[in-house]
């Protein structure tokens, strides 16, 4: 199987390859696929050293050819920036101007980035062999998920929430990770996690009970929230149950992104040394942990039909029913080679249901906007946002977003 990277010169790259060469004997190439080849000169060569390190006979390879990276592959992971850490930077602070939280994956940050992205993925996307699946972990996933299954494509978006969850319950319960199987729902980066099955059993309520406190406190979020819901936000849900709080730290301190460049910067260096072979603890503070075990699980399970259960974006196709079948939601699923099915789950309670349709509506809104651009159809996508919702912040935030993005828009030009 050929897997081709898209953002292959991407820092986090090692990290998902260290994944194929432990987990996925079943992939017999990659091929790294980036514009910027000095990044590649760097990142590829220690991939490559990976590879080795772990005994691997996977052949990898780095190029800026798109055409020749795509031909054959199977599946494309798409992990792309486009604008750098430079555009995070501007998605993380031009909100704050109207009082709104910077973030690139969700309000007008976030809609910065699937204003710059769609139209880019969608390319590539289209230039892949027809049969591929097109695994997506680029932000705002959702959206980005949304506009390749609308454009015809096999796709399924990824996210590491889920699967850090499992991973932390899993070793406070003293089990083997593939036994927790999460009731994980509601759209990307807005999702709950409602249950958590041991053997048919939900452990969920024993969790919280036991440690309310210290799992509320890594969510930075109040214990109170989490009781009053009995199920437990990610972390993403902070910028709504928190906004003003979040926005004055914001206010006060660097960027995520500020601080992600200087991390990268360092881990180019190390990368650079001839005679690293595995992976540097810094790359820790990249962030998306156990990305390269989710990506590595649902390929597998999209190629070998195992049925195994993953968090996946999907069509919504009735799951919640509040929602148009063309949606796209997140939530735990079987997998095979047909795709995605969201495993059967109780209604959501009006507190999840109303965010998950206000949100919804601005990601539908979103992904029109990102095709089809023009200063309305942005205006409406920001009215529409519960972080925004307001006509002033909305016209305001468009004229920002405009003007911070023009080299990234064609359609401005």
């Known amino acids: 199987?050929?897997?081709?990277?898209?953002?292959?010169?991407?820092?986090?790259?090692?990290?998902?390859?260290?994944?194929?060469?432990?987990?996925?004997?079943?992939?017999?190439?990659?091929?790294?696929?980036?514009?910027?080849?000095q990044r590649l000169s760097v990142v590829g060569p220690?991939?490559?050293?990976?590879?080795?390190?772990?005994?691997?006979?996977?052949?990898?390879?780095?190029?800026?050819?798109?055409?020749?990276?795509l031909a054959g592959a199977s599946t494309v992971v798409i992990q792309l920036r486009v604008g750098g850490q430079q555009a995070r930077i501007s998605d993380e602070t031009f909100p704050l101007a109207c009082?709104?939280?910077?973030?690139?994956?969700?309000?007008?940050?976030?809609?910065?980035?699937?204003l710059r992205t769609v139209p880019v993925v969608l390319d590539?996307?289209?230039?892949?062999?027809?049969?591929?699946?097109?695994?997506?972990?680029?932000?705002?996933?959702?959206?980005?998920?949304?506009?390749?299954?609308?454009?015809?494509?096999?796709?399924?978006?990824?996210?590491?929430?889920?699967?850090?969850?499992?991973?932390?319950?899993?070793?406070?319960?003293?089990?083997?990770?593939?036994?927790?199987?999460?009731?994980?729902v509601g759209l990307n980066h807005l999702t709950?996690?409602?249950?958590?099955?041991?053997?048919?059993?939900?452990?969920?309520?024993?969790?919280?009970?036991?440690?309310?406190?210290?799992?509320?406190?890594?969510?930075?979020?109040?214990?109170?929230?989490?009781?009053?819901?009995?199920?437990?936000?990610?972390?993403?849900?902070?910028?709504?149950y928190c906004h003003d709080e979040v926005v004055a730290e914001e206010r006060g301190r660097p960027t995520r992104g500020q601080r992600v460049a200087e991390i990268e910067e360092q881990l180019l260096q190390l990368y650079a040394d001839a005679s690293l072979t595995t992976k540097p603890d810094l790359l820790g503070q990249r962030g998306g942990a156990f990305y390269s075990e989710a990506a590595v699980g649902l390929i597998a399970s999209l190629h070998g039909d195992d049925g195994a259960r993953h968090a996946v974006n999907v069509r919504n196709r009735g799951f919640l029913p509040f929602l148009p079948d063309e949606a796209v939601i997140e939530a735990t699923c079987r997998v095979g080679?047909?795709?995605?099915?969201?495993?059967?789950?109780?209604?959501?309670?009006p507190e999840l249901a109303g965010l998950v349709a206000a949100v919804s509506a601005y990601e539908e809104l979103a992904v029109d906007a990102a095709l089809r651009g023009g200063r309305d159809r942005v205006y409406r996508a920001l009215l529409a946002h519960p972080l925004v919702a307001q006509h002033a912040k909305a016209s305001r935030l468009t004229d920002?977003?405009?003007?911070?993005?023009?080299?990234h828009l064609a359609w401005l030009s």
């Open 46 to 69: 220690f991939a490559q050293r990976l590879l080795r390190h772990h005994g691997s006979d996977t052949r990898l390879r780095w190029t800026s050819d798109v055409d020749d990276a």
């Open 192 to 240: 709950w996690e409602r249950a958590a099955y041991v053997d048919g059993v939900d452990r969920l309520p024993e969790l919280l009970d036991k440690g309310l406190d210290e799992i509320a406190g890594g969510l930075q979020l109040p214990a109170e929230v989490l009781a009053s819901l009995r199920c437990v936000p990610s972390y993403y849900l902070r910028y709504f």
């Open 337 to 349: 080679s047909g795709g995605a099915t969201p495993l059967p789950a109780p209604p959501l309670i």
């Open 1 to 37: 199987m050929k897997i081709a990277v898209v953002g292959g010169g991407s820092t986090y790259t090692p990290e998902l390859v260290d994944g194929f060469a432990r987990l996925a004997p079943f992939v017999s190439e990659i091929v790294l696929l980036d514009p910027h080849q």
């Open 124 to 184: 590539i996307a289209r230039r892949a062999d027809p049969g591929a699946w097109i695994v997506n972990f680029t932000n705002p996933v959702g959206i980005v998920t949304r506009a390749l299954l609308d454009d015809g494509h096999r796709a399924a978006g990824l996210c590491n929430v889920a699967i850090g969850f499992q991973r932390r319950w899993a070793a406070a319960l003293g089990v083997d990770p593939a036994a927790v199987t999460l009731d994980h």
């Open 99 to 114: 009082d709104c939280v910077g973030q690139e994956t969700t309000g007008a940050g976030g809609f910065a980035k699937a």
């Open 400 to 407: 920002e977003l405009l003007s911070a993005n023009r080299a």
